[in-house]
């Protein structure tokens, strides 16, 4: 079983940045590929960023190109979601999750991260 527990969401001004961590514990994380999902209010969850088992295969949502930056440290056991000139729309609940290497989906996801971006 994978626990996954996220940190680091908040407030913050349009036009500023906030790093995520998602902590993971109960396997070896190098055996999962990592993703971010958030969910705005009254919306269905979406699709922001994953990353591979070893960090050098990533994507991005169109919507976020450009602007935030996945990445994962396997010896610390964490991944990070690094979100630089964030808009008003990017005020969600963020997820991350795990998938295990081979599977098609994510299958373990963690409590989720309030960001709101507002001035």
């Known amino acids: 079983q994978v626990q996954l527990v996220e940190s680091g969401g908040g407030l913050v001004q349009p036009g500023g940045s906030r790093r995520l961590s998602c902590a993971v514990s109960?396997?070896?994380?190098?055996?999962?590929?990592m993703g971010w999902y958030r969910q705005a209010p009254g919306q269905e969850r979406e699709f922001v960023a994953a990353v591979n088992w070893d960090g050098g295969i990533t994507n991005y949502a169109d919507s976020v190109k450009g602007r935030f930056t996945i990445s994962r440290d396997n010896a610390k056991n964490t991944v990070y979601l690094q979100m630089n000139n964030l808009k008003p729309e990017d005020t969600a609940v963020y997820y991350c999750?795990?998938?295990?290497?081979?599977?098609?989906?994510?299958?373990?996801w963690g409590q989720g991260t309030q960001v709101t971006v507002s001035s």
């Open positions: 999750a795990a998938r295990r290497i081979g599977s098609a989906s994510y299958a373990y």
């Open positions: 109960g396997r070896t994380m190098s055996n999962y590929g």
